[in-house]
């Protein structure tokens, strides 16, 4: 038995650290930054020319990036900071780049604490105002001298928690300045929040506006068998895998990212399997585990009565493919009762409807009734048996699941 056991770990081990499929994974995870970019020349000229300025201790303008998902602004930014840094210390200017993600830093003192860090200063974690805080960064910032790039990437988040301001202080900060110069570079996928940016904001921030448009089958090939090289083994990938995992994305409007991880996951799958080639039947399957786990990521994150709401949904539309608002108000409220809480009001509901909608669970469309007014048809816009097996999750919603008697 021991032995078997240890056989058994070996074995683990043994695959763990040697693979037959990979080279290296690494490069095929969304934080990699290549150091080619296929298809983006324009954008990186076009970037490059925008901050250029700096290295002769000018401003550059503001720049405000946008575009949808996977296109690729990240990865360009941060490649063409990475090469101005170099540049500008071979040159010997004083730039100073700072990259922040607020989505993840996504209130605005967290962002002010992270530009100053950039600058070398440290600001305690609470305990200062926000104005307070930001009057230190100013002041540090303008005793040295410098041309201070910072980009704030995924400005959404920090825009619809927190409002435009630190965003208006920021693309006015060089009149609070006398020494140094500051350059704020926006990016965001939210293509709504352009339009709903205080008009005074859009104008400072979008000094000049960089679109990323998305990419198309044969350009997300390119990017895949550039990073493919790198990743894996000579020969391992089975023929049309690149193109396949290229057709998924490009049909999901040209995403990079998904595409860079179905080959990822798939690659995954074949070693799991023991298979010596990455084929077909793995792409299809990662496409699947993916579905899978953003449905599961999502629906953990819904409180019960959206859960309670995606279940209805899910019960009505088994039965005859879609449901109206109506319909599921209905059925919710019957689950509410069988639980013994409380229902939202309809309004209530209709909202959470609407964010089911937003997070791609459920497709909800308008139609009009003519007189009976406007009611919204709801299906599903991820497979039945993911959206399912995410909420039996909660025990809750196992409860339901149970048969009546
Ligand atoms: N032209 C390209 N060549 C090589 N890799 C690319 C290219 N464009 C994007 N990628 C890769 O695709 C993934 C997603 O790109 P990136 O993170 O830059 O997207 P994004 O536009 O910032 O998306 P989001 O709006 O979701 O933040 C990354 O792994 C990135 O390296
Ligand atoms: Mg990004």
């Known amino acids: 038995m021991v032995s078997r056991a240890s056989d058994i770990l070996e074995m683990i081990f043994e695959r763990a650290t040697s693979s037959s499929i990979f080279i290296n994974r690494e490069v095929l995870r969304p934080d990699y930054i290549p150091d080619e970019l296929p298809h983006r020349e324009e954008q990186i000229a076009r970037l490059g020319s925008i901050l250029a300025p700096a290295l002769q201790g000018a401003r550059p303008s503001n720049v405000f990036i946008y ?35 607020v989505r993840q830093d996504d209130t605005t003192y967290r962002v002010i604490l992270r530009l100053s860090e950039c600058l070398g200063l440290r600001l305690p974690f609470t305990g200062l105002s926000t ?33 435009d301001e630190l965003l ?46 998305p990419y198309n089958a044969v350009q997300l090939e390119d990017i895949l068998r550039q990073r493919a090289k790198l990743a894996f083994r000579p020969g391992v990938l089975g023929e049309g895998v690149i193109q396949l995992c290229a057709a998924l994305a490009a049909r999901e409007h040209g995403d990079a990212r998904r595409a860079l991880d179905l080959l990822r996951v798939a690659g995954e799958i074949a070693e799991r399997e023991g298979s010596s ?36 949904i899910l019960s009505i539309t088994r039965g005859q493919g ?60 991820a497979p039945y048996e993911a959206i399912e097996a995410a909420l039996l999750e909660d025990p809750r919603i196992r409860l339901l699941a149970l048969p009546r008697h």
Do not use: W
């Open 131 to 163: 104005a307070e805080a930001y009057r230190r960064f100013i002041e540090a910032l303008d005793a040295k001298s410098a041309i201070f790039i910072s980009v704030l990437d995924e400005i959404d988040f920090l825009v619809r928690k927190q409002g």
């Open 277 to 312: 080639k990455v084929l077909l039947e793995h792409v299809y399957k990662a496409r699947m585990e993916i579905e899978r786990d953003r449905v599961s990521e999502v629906v953990q994150t819904l409180p019960l009565h959206g859960k309670l709401i995606l279940y209805s």
């Open 168 to 213: 208006y202080r920021l693309t006015r900060g060089n009149e609070e300045l006398a020494h140094s110069k500051i350059t704020v570079v926006g990016i965001t996928n939210d293509i709504k929040l352009v339009e709903n940016l205080d008009p005074r904001v859009r104008s400072s921030l979008g000094e000049v506006e960089i679109v990323f448009p």
């Open 67 to 101: 575009g949808l998902t996977g296109t690729g602004k990240t990865a360009v930014t941060k490649f063409v900071l990475k090469k101005l840094k170099q540049k500008a210390l071979q040159l010997g200017v004083n730039v100073i780049s700072c990259y922040v993600n």
């Open 322 to 381: 879609s449901a109206t608002t109506g319909e599921v108000y209905n059925y919710y409220r019957a689950l509410c009762r069988r639980l013994g809480i409380e229902s939202v009001t309809q309004r209530r509901a209709s909202d959470i409807i609407s964010e089911l909608d937003m997070l791609g669970v459920i497709n909800a469309r308008i139609v009009s009734r003519g007189r009976y007014g406007k009611t919204r048809i709801i299906s599903l816009a």
